[in-house]
């Protein structure tokens, strides 16, 4: 069980760039979650995949935001014109289905400069 | 909507004091309750859980009981070391039609224990 492991750890972009996080879950776990973490707050649902099906998507995720987990293991998430408001931790995490406890990366931490 | 509404931090307390983080809840349905713990510098773990009324979740000498009657899941230890210095998030899981598992959490305890 190496864990959940996303990539890069830390990113840096100017207002308007584009940004795409990789998320790679534990391994035969058949759900992921992305999940947005800003400073003082909790972690808040984003979206959430069934192996390649996106299920869910929060009202958080506005039309800028796409998920993708194409063939049902690591998902990629991409911010388009980033904002100032998109800084930020994102986290994913991964379970065995959907009764089972998740487990969450370190995160991506987003500053938009 | 669901909401979780825990203890403003930080709570700083010394070496082998008592531990209470108050943590409430509001659902609609019977939601499923948890801790989970964020040490410096690494990810969220699952502390521990209750899934049903006065279920007691329990885990590293932490506890928590689930009070259907109170809405709430106060985490406790009676002993705290330096090493529990960490954040602590209490969450529920309201389980949405999709069965999504979904988590709402509380905005989070930071908690340091000094020698």
């Known amino acids: 069980d190496t864990g959940v492991s996303q990539d890069p750890r830390h990113k840096i972009t100017k207002r308007g760039q584009n940004v795409t996080f990789r998320c790679d879950p534990i391994?035969?776990?058949?759900?992921l979650y992305w999940y947005r973490q800003t400073l003082g707050q909790g972690p808040e649902f984003l979206t959430y995949?069934?192996?390649?099906?996106?299920?869910?998507k929060s009202r958080l995720l506005s039309d800028r935001f796409s998920a993708e987990r194409p063939k049902g293991s690591f998902s990629t998430l991409e911010i388009q014109r980033t904002e100032q408001g998109d800084s930020a931790m994102y986290l994913c995490?991964?379970?065995?289905?959907?009764?089972?406890?998740?487990?969450f990366g370190n995160g991506t931490r987003l500053t938009v400069t | 909507g669901d909401s979780v509404t825990q203890m403003e931090g930080p709570v700083t307390l010394s070496e082998e004091a008592f531990l209470t983080i108050n943590c409430t809840y509001t659902?609609?349905?019977?939601?499923?309750l948890f801790w989970y713990v964020q040490y410096p510098g690494e990810g969220l773990q699952l502390l521990l859980k209750?899934?049903?009324?006065?279920d007691k979740g329990s885990n590293k000498g932490f506890e928590a009981t689930y009070r259907k009657e109170t809405t709430s899941f106060h985490l406790e230890k009676g002993s705290v070391q330096v090493s529990d210095s960490a954040v602590y998030f209490c969450?529920?899981?309201?389980?949405?039609?999709?069965?999504?598992?979904?988590?709402?959490f509380g905005k989070g305890t930071k908690l340091s224990v000094i020698p």
């Open positions: 995490a991964s379970s065995v289905d959907g009764l089972s406890p998740l487990h």
């Open positions: 391994s035969e776990h058949n759900r």
């Open positions: 995949f069934q192996n390649e099906a996106q299920l869910e």
């Open positions: 659902a609609t349905g019977y939601p499923s």
């Open positions: 209750a899934t049903k009324a006065d």
């Open positions: 969450a529920l899981s309201d389980q949405s039609g999709a069965g999504s598992y979904q988590l709402t």
